[in-house]
């Protein structure tokens, strides 16, 4: 079924209702072509409303930027600036062409192109198209995007596309996964061969990382494993499953990011988590021992495995504290080293179980198990 889209005559009152802050880019742009692109253009014709927006500009992207004021950061090898502008992060770029020297290699940047060269140099159609910043908008779209759009594909612009940037077969899972399209034929038998060995273990991860970050992660992590490009450990989807789930409610929300979460539980290794999802601990102390230190991520891993005990050590048991500390055993004879550190931890293991209640109960209990190694 086709997926309706925003009518042609309506993208300028689209565009002006979706980022009017646009609207002081063109005023300021001193005659220079400046074009809304990619992402944003593609999100603004599905009508999903505010996306991160990327300008490219036939001209200076750092010289648009400062014109336009606010805090500025330049990347002068990739003629691109961001600027904030009303409270929104803008990236600008000069409009480029890009050659790569040897597959999975970065782009070698050429500042010189039209608007034509830089979307021709782009992932996929639907990332394809551009919107000129003027009163009487129209939508560039020389490779068709709009259409793929319509009919949920997604094509690569040119074979050599998964040779130059392997991980574009990565971003092909995420994009599968956050709209529900299908991959082109073509552009399915050419990820099939794309080889994701050529690019760095840094650029691989941050590509799973956006992709353990969407909502649909799990889907999208499937299709990755469908296509050949990643190996799932055992019960990996599952847990993703899981895992997502946890850091959407309480008391997990928040306690570990969702896309570290979820990649770790898609490839693993689980090593921690094992270890505490096979444990059964009997007393709050024996739980805390077991559980502090870990990373937030070993921790929701655990529970996703099963370790329903770690519901109480986030919500009570790793925030108790003692009301005394080593200076109160210092000032009652104690001297400093071990001893001090043997009683504090004494007396938190019994507060924690339930022991001891109140500040002299604690100093007792400390004291007590401060002294023992003297005897």
Known sequence: MPTPLTPIESLADALESTHPELAA???????????????????????GGRTDIDLVVEGDAAALAARLGGEMVEHERFAT????????????????????????????????????????????TINAMAIPLRRDPELIDPHRGREDLAAGLLRV?????????????????????????????????????????????????????????EAEAVRGFGLLAKWGLIELDENGLELAGRVAGLLSEAPWQGI?????????????????????????PERPSQAVQLARGLSPVALVLARAMGAEWLDRYVLEWRTV????????????????????????????RQKLDGELSGREQELAAALAAAREGDE
Do not use: C, M
């Open 81 to 124: 600036a961001k600027v904030r502008l009303d409270d929104h992060e803008v990236d600008i770029a000069t409009a480029r062409a890009e050659s790569y020297p040897y597959p999975g290699a970065l782009p070698e940047v050429e500042p010189t192109a039209g608007i034509a060269a830089d979307l021709a140099r782009r992932d996929f």
């Open 25 to 47: 880019v063109r005023e300021v742009a001193g005659g220079k072509s400046v074009y809304l692109v990619g992402g944003a253009v593609r999100d603004l014709l599905l009508g």
């Open 157 to 213: 612009l040119h074979p050599n596309s998964f040779d130059d940037d392997p991980t574009r077969a990565l971003r092909a899972a995420r994009y599968a996964a956050r709209f529900g399209f299908e991959l082109e034929p073509e552009t399915a038998e050419l990820l099939s061969q794309a080889d994701l060995s050529t690019v760095s273990v840094e650029r691989r991860n941050a590509e799973l990382l956006r992709l353990a970050g």
């Open 321 to 348: 504290t003692l009301e005394i500390d080593g200076q109160d055993l210092i000032a009652a004879g104690i001297p400093e080293g071990p001893a001090v550190g043997r009683g504090l931890a004494a007396a938190l």
């Open 256 to 280: 570990a990011r969702r896309d570290a979460g979820v990649l770790a539980a898609v490839l693993g290794p689980w090593t921690e988590a094992e270890r505490l999802a096979a444990a059964d």
